[in-house]
């Protein structure tokens, strides 16, 4: 073969295409850095005092994970509720890879460790972790700023938020601080609007003649207490919170581990020792607490005050360390209103504040790695005084309402400073006018049926997987008013938290219940077509004392924190519910009143620029140049087009012609070598050979379906690729049919053939089933058919438009002796018609009755080619029928060139070896033999045993 024909059997449009993808991942990878840096990891159990003053002592199992250098800062990594530090590995892991050590820890109550859970108490868990500090102090590979004083920060989510804040409003050896979706206040947060008597500031402002107990957040109580019993991580929800740029395709599975880890024990998370009865290892007077609450609705002074006093709010006016907060978006546990306490008393000290609202939460998902890495540039900057001064402005998340693959479209939007949830700085207040009449609304007797929400501690397994999370509220007929805005003609950015007035009065006649009507808000995101959407899924609850005579009370109402761009023909709409299955509802029925005490809706607009996250410059230039290569690929891909769509002239009229065929694998395994034949019209030419002959290996590149090491193929003078338009003139059956077996036969005919594009005249339907002879069995379904049916209506299918040459792969298969003998007849009525057919079979004896030419192959390489007598006796082997056998032999012994000469009763057979067969008879005459009858001895089946060896 000349080169230029090797290099394009070689290198195939599949091959540049493999290739360019193996070089574009080896750019990538190369520019990808090297591998993170080691990490080892040290175990401990530490013993801390049981509480202040006590002998006795709690163990704490900790893990120390160290960098590739230290000494180096330090991190004191809490977990979650109802986790253990196995929950946070990962992430300790990410930040050791980065330059810190870190401390990761179960906290008492939880995972190996013993004790029992006090709630974050300041005597109890938060001294626990100022005896951690202590260790860290001793460790050489922890840099210090004193004796006994670390360089430490502290981070964590949920529960272990919490503790960072509370650590370090006592302890100042704390450096800086990151709280993960945490609280300010745990009264405020699971009681919401409940009384404040020492800040109120906190949580969410209530204005108006609001009662002083607030309502119970029922179902996340219920499983904050039930997580500590268990083990489920309450600051894991399962799943990473979706980030700019970032797709998810395997969200259904994402959605089962969230929703497992709030509602299934984890093993690593189930206490070690002995528990207290229903109690499990809650500290007596929480469980009581959580007790009370639970079964009557309402929290006493006492249970109020063991909550406020675990609650970072009671020290948050000493924290003055560099903070950064981050909140989710998505959380109906501790929404965005505990972040802006905590932002808000921590600033009034002078401490450097930076907040973050991202897309995930309690109900949205942790973290992902861009935020991961943001919190770890933090420490490193306020730390050990690396990178960039992240300074104290805001950031969050608008979610649109574009998904792609499951994914929604997201953007970061950065203002120069932290506004505030319900205003002032930077914050504008767009009144929204709102319209509605005066609407009773009932609470029923038990607070039953209720409207619904959310559903906690299940939200992260929607929010990803479809856009379900955020329309999943049901509010029911007769317990709900309505209030909506005209249609919007441009769009708001509803950044914060909202505020209305509203005029409740009770019904006349209808006794108003003694502790205050129960009431639910919430604002929708309402299309134009009706479709209703809550941003994060939250409602602000509220009670209210009404005077008994049914004069109305107007309140201010500042609806939960969202952040929701509302699009032009959207609507805001505001709805006021008396019942919610998420809290502990009214159980007495009653009616109420509900207006507008004023039009306004005000909505906060946080202006800011929208922000990209870092470009990763080593995947771009990588996916440059793997594009570049490709456009490389698609010139030289129709440059080849081109190139093998050449025509020999000499050619045209031949129906085949195979020149230097070879197709080799990797391995070393050549399955065709060197293939050389021609077939000229009206031929009916079998292809024979034993099982691994390349029979099938021709067959599939004279059909394009596998492309040619070296040498090539021309149909027609046409070289023959994938694609190629002279393909179309050839039929074909190789290697088995494929049809639709609920359709009929001739359905799959016909489908068949409209697939071509061709004009149905053309197609000769009636020819190819006379052929197929299936007879009425045509219009039965496929999946009906014997094995030999569907060979004939794969024969017929290959013989639709009557094409030039048609290539049967074992066309015999499955057919019975009469339709064997009618498909010989068929085959040479279509070769004498002007047509080629080429047939590979291993029935020898149906190709010698059948085919008028004949190529054998033996191991990839052709043995032999020619008509198919020519072969068949081509040896020049004969046998005589004789009077005087032994005679006769020993005659043909002594003619010259003669072998092979042998005795088979009455019969001789003898090697002619090129002896004209008239001069054996005749010297056999000429010795007094009389002989019966001369002939060739040798079969077709002779002769391919004798060509292959066998």
């Not at 894991?236 to 581990?257: K, L």
Request: negative net charge; charged residues 20%.
């Amino acid at each position: 073969m000349a080169p230029t024909s090797r290099l394009r059997g070689r290198w195939s449009l599949p091959a540049l295409v493999v290739l360019v993808a193996l070089v574009g991942a080896g750019v990538v990878w190369a520019r990808s850095g090297d591998d993170p840096p080691p990490v080892s990891t040290r175990d401990a159990v530490i013993d801390v005092p049981e509480s202040p003053g006590s002998d006795r002592t709690v163990q704490l199992d900790t893990t120390l994970y160290l960098p590739e250098r230290t000494p180096a800062p330090a991190i004191l990594l809490p977990h979650g509720f109802g986790g253990s530090k196995d929950g946070v590995a990962a992430q300790a892991r990410e930040l050791a890879q980065d330059g810190f050590v870190v401390l990761t820890y179960s906290a008492r109550g939880f995972g190996r460790s013993t004790g029992q859970i006090e709630l974050n108490s300041l005597d109890h868990e938060v001294r626990d972790a100022q005896k951690l500090l202590d260790w860290l102090a001793t460790r050489e590979e922890v840099r210090t700023d004193a004796a006994g004083d670390p360089r430490v920060g502290v981070t964590g989510g949920s529960y272990g938020g919490a503790l960072a804040l509370s650590l370090a409003g006592v302890d100042p050896r704390v450096d800086t601080i990151a709280p993960v979706i945490t609280y300010n206040d745990l009264a405020q947060a699971l009681l919401p609007n409940s009384a404040r008597p020492d800040r109120v500031d906190a949580g969410t402002p209530a204005v108006g003649a609001f009662a002083d107990d607030g309502v119970f957040k029922r179902s996340w109580a219920g499983i904050f207490f039930s997580a500590g019993l268990s083990g489920g991580d309450l600051a894991s929800p399962g799943q990473e919170a979706a980030e700019p740029g970032q797709n998810d395709n395997g969200a259904g599975q994402a959605a089962d581990a969230a929703a497992a880890a709030v509602t299934a024990p984890q093993q690593q998370g189930r206490p070690a020792g002995p528990v207290n009865g229903a109690c499990g290892r809650f500290a007596a007077d929480v469980c009581a607490a959580y007790t009370e609450v639970a079964t009557t609705g309402r929290a006493s002074e006492k249970t109020l005050e063991i909550l406020r006093r675990a609650s970072p709010a009671s020290v948050t006016d000493k924290i003055t360390q560099p903070t950064l907060l981050v909140q989710g978006e998505q959380d109906t546990l501790f929404g965005l209103d505990q972040a802006d306490a905590n932002a808000r008393q921590i600033a009034a000290n002078g401490a450097k504040v930076k907040v973050v609202w991202y897309s995930g939460g309690h109900d949205g998902g942790s973290p992902g790695p861009e935020l991961r890495g943001q919190i770890a540039d933090w420490m490193a900057f306020h730390l050990d005084g690396k990178g960039t001064d992240p300074g104290t402005g805001f950031e969050y998340t608008v979610v649109g309402a574009f998904r792609s693959s499951g994914a929604p479209s997201l953007r970061n939007v950065i203002a120069p400073s932290y506004p505030g949830l319900t205003g002032g700085g930077a914050v504008e207040r767009k009144g929204i006018a709102l319209s509605g009449r005066d609407q009773t609304v009932v609470n029923p007797a038990g607070g039953n049926p209720a409207a619904v929400s959310s559903l906690p501690g299940l939200g992260s397994a929607l929010s990803r997987s479809s856009s379900l999370s955020s329309r999943l509220s049901l509010d029911l007929p007769g317990q709900a008013a309505v209030f909506a805005s005209e249609p919007f003609t441009s769009q708001v950015l509803l950044t914060g938290a909202s505020t209305v007035r509203l005029k409740v009065a009770a019904v006349p006649g209808v006794p108003v219940p003694p502790e205050g009507a129960v009431l639910f808000a919430k604002l929708y995101d309402s299309d134009a077509s009706g479709v209703r959407t809550l941003p994060g899924s939250a409602v602000a609850p509220f009670r209210v004392k009404l005077p008994a005579d049914g004069s109305p009370v107007e309140v201010t109402v500042t609806l939960p924190g969202a952040v929701r761009p509302v699009e032009s023909d959207h609507r805001l709409q505001l709805v006021v519910s008396t019942t919610d299955q998420a809290y502990a509802n009214a159980t007495a029925p009653a009616a109420y009143r509900i207006s507008l005490a004023s039009p306004d809706l005000a909505v906060p607009v946080v202006p800011g620029a929208n922000a990209t996250s870092e470009v990763p410059t080593g995947a771009l230039w990588g996916i440059a140049i793997v594009l570049l290569l490709c456009l490389v690929v698609a010139v030289v891909a129709w440059f080849r087009r081109r190139l093998t769509a050449d025509v020999d002239p000499e050619l045209t009229s031949v129906p085949l012609v195979i020149s230097g065929l070879t197709k080799s694998y990797p391995g070393g395994l050549t399955a065709v070598r060197d293939l050389s034949f021609r077939v000229e019209h009206g031929q009916v030419l079998g292809l024979l050979g034993p099982n691994g002959a390349g029979k099938t290996t021709t067959l599939r590149m004279l059909m394009g379906l596998i492309t040619p090491s070296e040498g090539e193929i021309r149909v027609f003078g046409h070289r023959v690729h994938a694609g190629a338009p002279v393909l179309s003139r050839i039929g074909s059956f190789v290697e088995g049919s494929g049809f639709l077996p609920h359709l009929s036969g001739i359905a799959n005919l016909r489908l068949y053939w409209a697939a071509t594009g061709r004009p149905v005249e053309q197609a000769h339907f009636d020819e190819a089933l006379e052929i197929a002879g299936l007879g009425g069995a045509v219009h039965r379904k496929v999946r009906t058919y014997s094995q030999g049916m569907r060979q004939r209506l794969a024969i017929a299918q290959a013989m639709l438009g009557l094409p030039d040459l048609l290539v049967l792969d074992e066309p015999t298969n499955g057919l019975d002796p009469p339709q064997i003998h009618q498909m010989r007849e068929v085959l040479r009525r279509y070769a004498a018609a002007g047509r080629t057919v080429l047939v590979s079979s291993h029935l020898l004896a149906e190709v010698e009755q059948t085919c008028s030419h004949v190529v054998v192959m033996h191991k990839g390489t052709l043995v032999a080619a020619g008509p198919v007598e020519e072969i068949a006796t081509g040896g020049g082997e004969a046998s005589f029928r004789v009077d005087r056998p032994d005679e006769a032999a020993d005659v043909l012994r002594g003619l010259s060139g003669v072998k092979s000469v042998s005795v088979d009763g009455e019969q001789v057979h003898a090697s002619l070896n090129g002896t004209p067969r008239a001069e054996a008879l005749q010297a056999l005459v000429a010795a007094g033999v009389a002989v019966d009858q001369a002939g060739p001895r040798r079969r077709l089946e002779d002769a391919f045993l004798e060509l292959v060896g066998e």
